[in-house]
């Protein structure tokens, strides 16, 4: 981007203050101040209606603020021209919006294109992009996204949001529309990415679990009001009101940690996700892309013998699974969660099993749990 | 049978005469529909007041509304030419408005997002993703025009309208037949074609 | 100069000539929708054929009838209802078809039989469709009923014909203003009852 263009190289602070917006007679957010801080990953949590994603979208002014300033390192971004800015940000939705009529080099290099690079730095920037996003750039780079599962296409949705290197990306709920494992293993890879990028990013979400697995720190926002906004650790010890302690549920687990087995918060195994250990990876592939999920466990004989992820098919098309099964903790239904939790904690494994006499379920590991074994 | 019918009137002349009007009322249509559209989109008010006009003419009976311009363009090419426009710019003003305001939601916030300008969203997003609909008015454009270009023959416009009202002053059958059926086929051609076109594009551009 | 009987006469004629047609080409058109949502063949087919003989000018449609049945009030009768049969059994049957799948599940859950869909559940929702498809065939009818008066049926073509015929343009016009007026009235008047209908469902 031409360096006029260029409006800030490192986010050091943007302040938000007391930010009010009205839509006739309803106050979507009300005088809402916070702080975020340049490299953070700040979330925004809350209900449907607690005004987050609004506020969101006041910061690149895709909704106008009607009362209060929002200062992007000391500037006011209302003295921005609000096409300019915007270039200048990363934005992610949840329904992706990749355009249907180009192919993924199209969509990412859309802006660059606008903005006169060359067609082979645009070529050379793409590739990069993808490789980050983990989808082979070679395979991906001409496909329509017609033709990419949903997880795949919310990657191309985060390279788009990255090309042009902005140093602050605005994310909302974007892993919000996927299957629940592919969502655990894209916050997996996105916090993989998180501390690769550098960059601030502000990610709004109605998901306490993906808030805690995710953020550096929380604003928690409802009726358009901020509520609290601190880490993960001062929200469990030190919930500013009842509220907040409901949703955190913090007094609840204290009390009632010991108490739960694996099966009270395991996932029910379901067909979509059960593969043989002759198959090989190719078939897999494709069953995955239909059921749109990038993970499986492979089964033999009613016996788990393993996990499969997409990745790895990917890099390995001609073997049969037996070959690319990785090993997975195992748990019986009436097993304690603490117990679980702290097996998969050491084990660095997120993902688990669990066997009755057959097979009937899945465990993910919960962040909310994790911090408080 | 037909090779004498198609001597005796000409036939090849007049089906070349008959489609050369047909193209290149179609081209003045397309060019001007387009626009209309186009310069339409995001003013709502005005596109209800021009869009309802065109509407009336579409449902004056062509005949009428060639004859109605005789007064003021005589008779044959001028007002043949001029009705078949008039009748036909609506599908396409009407599709290409309708295709522009029409395209989801989700890609025009993605835009907006990205920091693309309307003048980018519109010539990039909106466009490509309304030819569908425009193929489609346009296909039905084609159809308009060779009525009412057909209508021509009876005004001395040329063109295969006018062996087709010998054949009935003469009250030949052959003639009759063998013209009738000619441009009934060449009616089914143009519009496969224009079926085609639309098929392509909305293979390209169509989503679902 | 200006003969209001003949005229009076040559717009009654037409409207009795085009809304004749209409009316037989609705009593065809509606059970055949309803016989083709039964059976896909005849469906297809018929839409094929609809797509196609759309396509074709009315005035080659007009002549055609011709040496097929010669020419006269019934010709013209024939001639305007092949042109709007079409056209209304598509949209009807489409209408009938597109219902929301939601609907005829719950239908049946509770008894209903397939005619019994048809006449509470399909019909009312193909409402507007159907509608649609009659505003649009008037429309055609009394364009194709003015076309058909060079094939002797007389009406307000006539007037237009002999008009032209003689160069006395005001003859053509004292023909061409009445359809004018008829064809907006019949548009407005249209339009206003789909608002209605279009409120109501």
Same mark, same amino acid.
């Given at each position: 981007?031409?360096?006029?263009?260029?409006?800030?190289?490192?986010?050091?602070?943007?302040?938000?203050?007391?930010?009010?917006?009205?839509?006739?007679?309803?106050?979507?957010?009300?005088?809402?101040?916070? %702080?975020?801080?340049?490299?953070?990953?700040?979330?925004?949590?809350?209900?449907?209606?607690?005004?987050?994603?609004?506020?969101?979208?006041?910061? @690149?002014?895709?909704?106008?603020?009607?009362?209060?300033?929002?200062?992007?390192?000391?500037?006011?971004?209302?003295?921005?021209?609000?096409?300019?800015?915007?270039?200048?940000?990363?934005?992610?939705?949840?329904?992706?919006?990749?355009?249907?009529?180009?192919?993924?080099?199209?969509?990412?290099?859309?802006?660059?294109?606008?903005?006169?690079?060359?067609?082979?730095?645009?070529?050379?920037?793409?590739?990069?992009?993808?490789?980050?996003?983990?989808?082979?750039?070679?395979?991906? !780079?001409?496909?329509?996204?017609?033709?990419?599962?949903?997880?795949?296409?919310?990657? !191309?949705?985060?390279?788009?949001?990255?090309?042009? @290197?902005?140093?602050?990306?605005?994310?909302?709920?974007?892993?919000?529309?996927?299957?629940?494992? *592919?969502?655990?293993?894209?916050?997996?890879?996105?916090?993989?990415?998180?501390?690769?990028?550098?960059?601030?990013? !502000?990610?709004?979400?109605?998901?306490?679990?993906?808030?805690?697995?995710?953020?550096?720190?929380?604003?928690?926002?409802?009726?358009?009001?901020?509520?609290?906004?601190?880490?993960?650790?001062?929200?469990?010890?030190?919930?500013?009101? %009842?509220?907040?302690?409901?949703?955190? %549920?913090?007094?609840?687990?204290?009390?009632?940690?010991?108490?739960?087995?694996?099966?009270? !918060?395991?996932?029910?195994?379901?067909?979509?996700?059960?593969?043989?250990?002759?198959?090989?990876?190719?078939?897999?592939?494709?069953?995955?892309?239909?059921?749109?999920?990038?993970?499986?466990?492979?089964?033999?004989?009613?016996?788990?013998?393993?996990?499969?992820?997409?990745?790895? *098919?990917?890099?390995?098309?001609?073997?049969?699974?037996?070959? *690319?099964?990785?090993?997975?903790?195992?748990?019986?239904?009436?097993?304690?969660?603490?117990?679980?939790?702290?097996?998969?904690?050491?084990?660095?494994?997120?993902?688990?099993?669990?066997?009755?006499?057959?097979?009937?379920?899945?465990?993910?590991?919960?962040?909310?749990?994790?911090? *408080?074994? | 049978?037909?090779?004498?019918?198609?001597?005796?009137?000409?036939?090849?002349?007049?089906?070349?005469?008959?489609?050369?009007?047909?193209?290149?009322?179609?081209?003045?249509?397309?060019?001007?529909?387009?626009?209309?559209?186009?310069?339409?989109?995001?003013?709502?008010?005005?596109?209800?007041?021009?869009?309802?006009?065109?509407?009336?003419?579409?449902?004056?009976?062509?005949?009428?509304?060639?004859?109605?311009?005789?007064?003021?363009?005589?008779?044959?090419?001028?007002?043949?030419?001029?009705?078949?426009?008039?009748?036909?710019?609506?599908?396409?003003?009407?599709?290409?408005?309708?295709?522009?305001?029409?395209?989801?939601?989700?890609?025009?916030?993605?835009?907006?997002?990205?920091?693309?300008?309307?003048?980018?969203?519109?010539?990039?997003?909106?466009? &490509?993703?309304?030819?569908?609909?425009?193929?489609?008015?346009?296909?039905?454009?084609?159809?308009?025009?060779?009525?009412?270009?057909?209508?021509?023959?009876?005004?001395?416009?040329?063109?295969?309208?006018? &062996?087709?009202?010998?054949?009935?002053?003469?009250?030949?059958?052959?003639?009759?037949?063998?013209?009738?059926?000619?441009?009934?086929?060449?009616?089914?051609?143009?519009?496969?074609?224009?079926?085609?076109?639309?098929?392509?594009?909305?293979?390209?551009?169509?989503?679902? | 100069?200006?003969? =209001?009987?003949?005229?009076?006469?040559?717009?009654?004629?037409?409207?009795?000539?085009?809304?004749?047609?209409?009316?037989?080409?609705?009593?065809?058109?509606?059970?055949?929708?309803?016989?083709?949502?039964?059976?896909? =063949?005849?469906?297809?087919?018929?839409?094929?054929?609809?797509?196609?003989?759309?396509?074709?000018?009315?005035?080659?449609?007009?002549?055609?009838?011709?040496?097929?049945?010669?020419?006269?009030?019934?010709?013209?009768?024939?001639?305007?209802?092949?042109?709007?049969?079409?056209?209304?059994?598509?949209?009807?049957?489409?209408?009938?078809?597109?219902?929301?799948?939601?609907?005829?599940?719950?239908?049946?859950?509770?008894?209903?039989?397939?005619?019994?869909?048809?006449? =509470?559940?399909?019909?009312?929702?193909?409402?507007?469709?159907?509608?649609?498809?009659?505003?649009?065939?008037?429309?055609?009818?009394?364009?194709?009923?003015?076309?058909?008066?060079?094939?002797?049926?007389?009406?307000?073509?006539?007037?237009?014909?002999?008009?032209?015929?003689?160069?006395?343009?005001?003859?053509?016009?004292?023909?061409?203003?009445?359809?004018?007026?008829?064809?907006?009235?019949?548009?407005?008047?249209?339009?206003?009852?789909?608002?209605?209908?279009?409120?109501?469902?």
């Amino acid at each position: 981007m031409t360096s006029s263009n260029r409006f800030f190289n490192k986010i050091q602070e943007i302040k938000i203050d007391n930010v009010t917006k009205k839509y006739g007679s309803i106050t979507a957010v009300q005088k809402v101040s916070l %702080d975020v801080q340049g490299g953070e990953l700040l979330i925004l949590l809350g209900p449907s209606g607690c005004g987050k994603t609004t506020l969101l979208r006041m910061i @690149n002014r895709l909704v106008e603020i009607d009362e209060g300033e929002i200062l992007i390192n000391e500037q006011n971004v209302q003295d921005f021209d609000p096409v300019l800015l915007r270039k200048n940000i990363g934005y992610v939705i949840q329904q992706i919006g990749l355009f249907p009529h180009m192919t993924v080099k199209e969509n990412i290099g859309l802006v660059p294109k606008l903005d006169g690079w060359s067609e082979e730095k645009i070529t050379k920037k793409v590739k990069e992009l993808l490789q980050l996003v983990s989808l082979p750039p070679d395979e991906f !780079i001409n496909r329509r996204p017609k033709q990419l599962s949903g997880g795949q296409q919310q990657r !191309i949705g985060l390279a788009r949001a990255m090309v042009m @290197n902005s140093p602050l990306l605005l994310m909302d709920e974007p892993f919000g529309a996927l299957d629940p494992i *592919l969502r655990k293993q894209l916050q997996e890879e996105f916090i993989g990415l998180k501390e690769k990028l550098q960059r601030t990013i !502000i990610f709004v979400t109605h998901d306490i679990e993906e808030a805690f697995r995710l953020g550096d720190r929380i604003a928690i926002l409802k009726d358009g009001k901020l509520i609290q906004l601190a880490t993960k650790n001062e929200l469990l010890v030190n919930p500013a009101s %009842d509220f907040i302690s409901d949703i955190v %549920d913090s007094k609840q687990k204290f009390r009632h940690l010991d108490n739960l087995t694996v099966k009270d !918060i395991m996932l029910p195994l379901e067909e979509k996700y059960i593969f043989q250990l002759s198959q090989t990876a190719e078939s897999a592939i494709k069953k995955m892309k239909d059921a749109e999920i990038e993970f499986g466990v492979v089964l033999e004989n009613q016996q788990y013998i393993g996990t499969i992820k997409l990745n790895q *098919l990917y890099a390995n098309p001609d073997k049969i699974l037996s070959k *690319l099964t990785a090993e997975v903790p195992v748990f019986k239904p009436d097993e304690s969660v603490t117990v679980a939790m702290n097996i998969m904690k050491n084990a660095n494994n997120f993902i688990g099993a669990v066997m009755e006499s057959k097979p009937i379920g899945i465990l993910l590991a919960n962040e909310l749990l994790t911090k *408080l074994v | 049978m037909i090779a004498q019918v198609w001597k005796n009137q000409q036939l090849t002349i007049k089906t070349i005469e008959h489609l050369s009007m047909v193209f290149v009322a179609l081209a003045i249509i397309i060019v001007i529909g387009v626009a209309i559209g186009i310069f339409l989109y995001n003013k709502k008010y005005l596109s209800n007041i021009v869009l309802n006009i065109l509407n009336i003419i579409e449902t004056i009976p062509e005949l009428v509304l060639l004859v109605i311009l005789m007064p003021f363009f005589g008779i044959g090419y001028k007002p043949t030419m001029i009705a078949s426009i008039l009748y036909s710019i609506l599908p396409v003003a009407r599709n290409t408005y309708v295709g522009l305001i029409q395209v989801d939601k989700q890609y025009l916030e993605s835009a907006r997002a990205m920091g693309l300008a309307e003048r980018e969203i519109l010539w990039k997003i909106r466009i &490509p993703l309304a030819l569908p609909m425009i193929a489609a008015g346009i296909r039905i454009a084609i159809v308009f025009v060779m009525g009412v270009i057909t209508l021509g023959g009876l005004i001395a416009a040329g063109g295969l309208g006018g &062996p087709i009202q010998t054949g009935i002053h003469l009250y030949d059958r052959d003639i009759i037949l063998v013209t009738g059926l000619w441009i009934g086929i060449l009616a089914v051609l143009l519009d496969s074609i224009g079926s085609f076109i639309e098929k392509v594009l909305n293979r390209k551009y169509g989503y679902d | 100069m200006i003969n =209001y009987d003949i005229i009076l006469n040559a717009v009654v004629g037409h409207l009795f000539l085009a809304y004749s047609a209409l009316l037989i080409s609705i009593i065809i058109a509606i059970p055949l929708a309803v016989l083709s949502l039964f059976n896909r =063949y005849l469906a297809s087919v018929l839409l094929v054929f609809a797509n196609l003989i759309q396509a074709i000018p009315s005035f080659a449609v007009v002549a055609i009838v011709v040496p097929l049945l010669g020419i006269g009030f019934k010709p013209a009768i024939f001639a305007i209802i092949l042109r709007i049969i079409l056209p209304l059994f598509k949209n009807t049957f489409t209408g009938l078809k597109d219902v929301d799948f939601v609907y005829i599940d719950s239908a049946r859950g509770i008894g209903l039989s397939q005619l019994e869909i048809i006449r =509470y559940i399909r019909f009312p929702h193909a409402f507007p469709a159907i509608f649609a498809g009659i505003k649009f065939s008037a429309i055609i009818a009394n364009s194709v009923a003015i076309l058909t008066s060079l094939i002797g049926a007389g009406g307000l073509g006539e007037l237009i014909f002999e008009g032209l015929t003689n160069f006395n343009i005001p003859k053509v016009l004292t023909g061409a203003i009445p359809a004018v007026i008829i064809a907006v009235l019949l548009d407005v008047s249209f339009s206003l009852i789909e608002k209605r209908i279009s409120l109501k469902y």
